[in-house]
């Protein structure tokens, strides 16, 4: 196919003191289907973010598209709405009849139940021939014959990874040759995460005439490659284009160095900082995840974990009580943190370093969301300067050479409004909301 990138580019809403606040259009405004309009309104959606005002014109008549946007800019919206809309109300499209028309195709499990079930609230008053429109999630850790019944009864829609994506293609329970509109969801994860040859043979399995929106907060070579092969002329709508390494301009970072002795201590009491809700704690691998959620909890924390250890059906049920509220702190690795959907986390605390920038903003992402107010916390290792460093040049943020701070320092009582007498501690030990290896004792006491 032919490639030739028309760009787009639109700003984060932003509201500044002594501004006129943005008046975005709603997408009743937009032309969306009543079914879905009445679906996202009773949700309380009604407006459209920045990157959806731009996306839905041109989703909605079946264009091509690429979407650069960062996490929490409003975009499973952006490509959800036009692709339900089409499926549902597009004579373009073929009939609804039980094959599979929709295909969104997502780098993780957790990213591909979020998505999923944001889809499926959406379309909950779309009928297909006169019965329910259905949303099957597809992915791997999970036994086959719940998936195959879902497939083998019909489905209209299909949101899955690409390994049991093609297994189930392999074993001819997914037929994909009816597939008219395509999703890659966060390409540039499972670029990372290398599903690139898996998302190619999943795309060739595609109807040859279809609509394809790609969205990835990077660009890099192989995913501009995979472009040129596979869309026609897409447009290229970028959120944020004055700066595409920006962060969120409503998240306040902080960064200090932290020994590693102490910071189990500062992490408990910066978790006391008045006014937190939500938070994400950032572990480097699967049994750092365990241990820090097994510390916090044992100082009375409410507290979950996520990372690649846990049984499926734990997984699940810890980020349910996250997004329910039952825990406020959730303990997550980069990988399993890409299902955590929520747009009201106040915090994200790094307990080291991130690998790189883009991982930094992907993680920071998560707070300061849809115009709110977020803190993002980095605490750097003696050891892990010259790598905070090298983001801190790569994103210019200006913070190049950070205090050392340890948990009663002073100044980090004022940066965090933590009174003088705080201490670990903040009642009786608690549960880990995960498995049995999240839950497990952690091999040393934490500090009083």
């Known amino acids: 196919m032919t490639v030739t990138w028309t760009i787009i580019a639109t700003n984060e809403d932003k509201t500044m003191e002594g501004m006129t606040p943005v008046v975005r259009p709603t997408f009743r405004d937009l032309g969306v289907a009543a079914e879905i309009v009445d679906a996202l309104e009773e949700d309380g959606i009604a407006e459209a973010f920045a990157i959806q005002e731009r996306t839905l014109p041109l989703a909605l008549v079946g264009k091509d598209l690429i979407g650069q946007a960062r996490t929490g800019m409003g975009k499973t919206l952006g490509f959800g709405i036009p692709l339900l809309d089409r499926l549902f109300d597009d004579a373009a499209v073929s009939e609804l009849d039980g094959s599979v028309r929709g295909l969104v195709v997502v780098p993780t499990r957790e990213l591909g139940i979020q998505v999923a079930g944001d889809l499926a609230a959406a379309s909950r008053h779309v009928t297909a021939a006169g019965r329910p429109f259905t ?30 994506l093609l297994d189930l293609s392999r074993q001819g329970h997914l037929d994909l040759s009816h597939v ?35 969205f990835s907060a990077t660009m890099p070579g192989p995913i501009v490659a995979l472009t040129r092969e596979f869309m026609n002329r897409p447009v290229l709508i970028r959120a944020d284009l004055d700066d595409a390494r920006a962060t969120h301009v409503t998240t306040r970072q902080t960064v200090f160095q932290s020994h590693k002795l102490d910071r189990m201590s500062v992490l408990a009491r910066i978790l006391q900082t008045p006014g937190r809700g939500r938070t994400i704690v950032f572990a480097k691998t699967k049994r750092q995840a365990a241990i820090i959620a097994g510390d916090l909890a044992e100082l009375g924390f409410d507290v979950g974990a996520v990372h690649g250890d846990m049984r499926q059906k734990d997984r699940e049920n810890s980020l349910n009580a996250f997004r329910e509220g039952r825990v406020s702190v959730m303990v997550a690795t980069d990988v399993a943190a890409r299902g955590i959907d929520v747009d009201d986390v106040t915090h994200v605390i790094n307990y080291q370093v991130p690998e790189d920038d883009k991982t930094y903003v992907h993680r920071i992402g998560r707070t300061g969301r849809a115009g709110r107010s977020g803190v993002a916390v980095t605490l750097v290792g003696w050891d892990e300067v010259t790598r905070w460093r090298a983001i801190d040049e790569t994103l210019d943020l200006g913070r190049n050479n950070p205090p050392q701070w340890f948990s009663g320092s002073p100044e980090f009582l004022a940066e965090f409004d933590l009174p003088d007498d705080v201490r670990d501690r903040v009642g009786p030990p608690r549960k880990v909301q995960g498995s049995a290896s999240a839950t497990a004792p952690a091999k040393r006491k934490p500090r009083q």
């Open 135 to 164: 949303v099957t999630t597809i992915y791997g850790g999970v036994p086959f014959e719940k998936q195959i019944a879902a497939l083998d009864g019909g489905t209209d829609l299909v949101v899955g990874t690409p390994g049991r």
């Open 180 to 214: 008219e509109v395509l999703v890659l969801d966060e390409a540039d994860e499972m670029l990372d995460q290398g599903f690139l040859d898996d998302v190619k043979k999943i795309m060739a399995q595609t109807a040859e005439e279809r609509q394809t929106m790609l």
